[in-house]
């Protein structure tokens, strides 16, 4: 309770102090969803139970049931803020600061419950920027950050495949992001330069240039073993991270970019050093409709690989409820390597979007390959349509999505004409989306308080080589704010 007073004063002295000049603002954001699992086990013969059902999800997919309130003082170009957030104490209250010059820009976002007597503290946001030349060069160094999306050289990306999980690449499944995209994770902190003529612009982006020595922790995740013997299975390795080296971690995931525009046409592409990642995206405006056309491929995958079985050989070292192998910073020098597996992933596609007041309608399709080529690799074609329309144009969307998914292997260069090689399946995604205040109809992130009904469903045969992640759920979406 003391704890709770002492930010209760904190505000209310900052209030007495700034409110003679500058600007207060308030905001706040409740999200409760629950998803229903009617099929947890594909294709088998499984009764649903209140077991398989997953609580606590919200539309994302990946994010928890979650509530926020902030206040914030803006004042030139100066600005302030706490937001307090969710139930976890460590992360109960941030605070941030930024402030905008005439060329240049910076922030910072951190857990604060420290000063309360709390565990718990870390960079959100930490970040800056200047503009050179009159914004001819811009210039951004980033320790720490959270989603920004394809932050540069950035175009359609229907046939991107890097998804949301930092970088990990699947060109199975929907449409992910580029090379440049910002997460918060992987790409966490990183220094980019961008040259903008009229038109143009060109530039160079090096991912993690800011974090590495001992201080970081390398994680490596595997499967425990389900007999409870952890020589049968594989366990997540921890380690102390050894210092970076300067052109094999970093200059080695340098990423270079370019974009023109020149309306009603736009092109750009990345090229990631290190796995010879090419990206190419561009996109063709013709009133209502939007054409686009990407392309994105890693043609020298590299892995890292490490023996598990000097790790586990010592039981003594290992968590038997949580699965984790501390090892020495000598050890993990010596048995883990990264070395390239010869593996080609890449995926091109093209897609045609049509939106207008009221409705709307998408087809897009794709070719997708993953493997070795002159062994074994997988092909997957994908065909996908969808419609909305605004049912009530101040209140009620609904949205149709679909898909057509051919899947077919190969060895040796011959396809294999066996049906336990070669399988199809589809998707089926209806959805509702009510503006619970009459301001227009929009979907989950355009409608500040509302409601979402949405299900999923995948067909076929799924038990090898699934697009998707799920086959039947359910799942309906609460959310508030202002």
């Given at each position: ?7 209760l004063?904190?505000?209310a002295?900052?209030?007495g ?18 998803v ?23 539309y ?17 170009g ?7 957030t ?5 992360t ?9 010059g ?6 910072v976002?951190?857990?604060i ?5 709390w565990?718990g503290?870390?960079?959100?946001e930490?970040?800056g920027?200047?503009s ?12 720490a ?18 998804n949301?999980?930092?970088?990990s690449f ?5 449409s ?9 994770n992987?790409?966490k902190?990183y220094?980019?330069?961008?040259v903008?003529?009229?038109g ?6 090096m991912n993690?240039i800011?974090?590495?020595g001992t201080e ?11 007999s ?6 594989l366990y997540l390795?921890?380690t ?44 063709w405006f ?8 990407s ?5 020298n995958?590299?892995k890292?690989t ?6 586990i050989?010592?039981?003594?070292k290992?968590?038997k409820?949580t699965?984790?192998?501390?090892v020495?910073e000598?050890?993990y ?6 070395e390239a597996?010869?593996?080609t ?8 979007q ?18 070795k ?8 074609i ?5 419609i909305?329309y ?8 609904f949205?149709?999505?679909t ?7 190969y060895k ?6 066996s049906?336990e090689?070669?399988?199809v399946q589809?998707?089926?995604q209806p959805q509702?989306?009510w ?6 109809a ?11 009904i949405?299900y999923?469903m995948?067909?076929?045969d ?5 697009v ?15």
């Amino acid at each position: 309770m003391k704890k709770i007073l002492v930010v209760l004063l904190v505000l209310a002295v900052a209030t007495g102090v700034f409110a003679q000049e500058g600007e207060f603002s308030f905001s706040g954001r409740v999200d409760i969803g629950v998803v229903v699992d009617l099929d947890p086990l594909p294709n088998k013969d499984v009764m649903v139970t209140s077991e398989d059902s997953q609580y606590n999800q919200t539309y994302d997919g990946w994010d928890g049931v979650k509530g926020r309130f902030g206040i914030n003082y803006n004042r030139d170009g100066f600005g302030a803020g706490l937001q307090i957030t969710d139930s976890n104490l460590s992360t109960a209250f941030i605070g941030k600061l930024n402030y905008s010059g005439e060329n240049f820009t910076f922030a910072v976002e951190s857990n604060i419950t420290p000063l309360l007597g709390w565990n718990g503290s870390s960079f959100n946001e930490l970040r800056g920027d200047y503009s050179f030349l009159n914004g001819l060069v811009y210039l951004e160094a980033v320790y720490a950050t959270n989603w920004q999306g394809n932050k540069f050289w950035a175009s359609d990306d229907y046939a991107a495949f890097r998804n949301y999980n930092g970088n990990s690449f699947s060109v199975f499944g929907e449409s992910g992001n580029t090379f440049t995209k910002v997460d918060g994770n992987y790409s966490k902190n990183y220094l980019a330069a961008d040259v903008r003529l009229q038109g143009l612009s060109f530039g160079v982006m090096m991912n993690g240039i800011f974090r590495g020595g001992t201080e970081e922790v390398e994680d490596i995740y595997y499967t425990p073993a389900t007999s409870g013997n952890p020589a049968d299975g594989l366990y997540l390795i921890k380690t102390t991270k050894t210092p970076k080296a300067f052109v094999e971690d970093v200059l080695k995931n340098m990423i270079l970019g370019v974009k023109f525009e020149l309306n009603p046409i736009e092109i750009a592409a990345q090229f990631l050093v290190k796995e010879y990642g090419a990206y190419l995206g561009g996109k063709w405006f013709v009133g209502p409709v939007t054409v686009g056309v990407s392309y994105m491929g890693i043609l020298n995958e590299q892995k890292t690989t490490f023996d598990y079985e000097k790790a586990i050989g010592d039981t003594s070292k290992i968590d038997k409820e949580t699965g984790i192998a501390t090892v020495t910073e000598t050890w993990y020098k010596q048995n883990v390597k990264t070395e390239a597996t010869n593996n080609t992933r890449m995926k091109v596609g093209a897609n045609v979007q049509y939106d207008t007041d009221g409705y709307g309608a998408t087809v897009g399709g794709y070719l997708g390959m993953d493997g070795k080529k002159e062994t074994s690799y997988t092909r997957v074609i994908g065909f996908e349509p969808g419609i909305y329309y605004n049912v009530i144009p101040t209140h009620l969307k609904f949205k149709l999505d679909t898909g057509f998914y051919f899947i077919n292997q190969y060895k040796n260069n011959t396809e294999r004409s066996s049906g336990e090689y070669n399988t199809v399946q589809f998707k089926l995604q209806p959805q509702l989306f009510w503006n619970f205040l009459g301001t227009g109809a929009g979907d989950y992130s355009g409608n500040g308080t509302g409601i979402t009904i949405r299900y999923k469903m995948v067909g076929g045969d799924t038990t090898k080589d699934k697009v998707f992640d799920f086959n039947n759920k359910f799942d309906v979406n609460f959310k508030w704010s202002f």
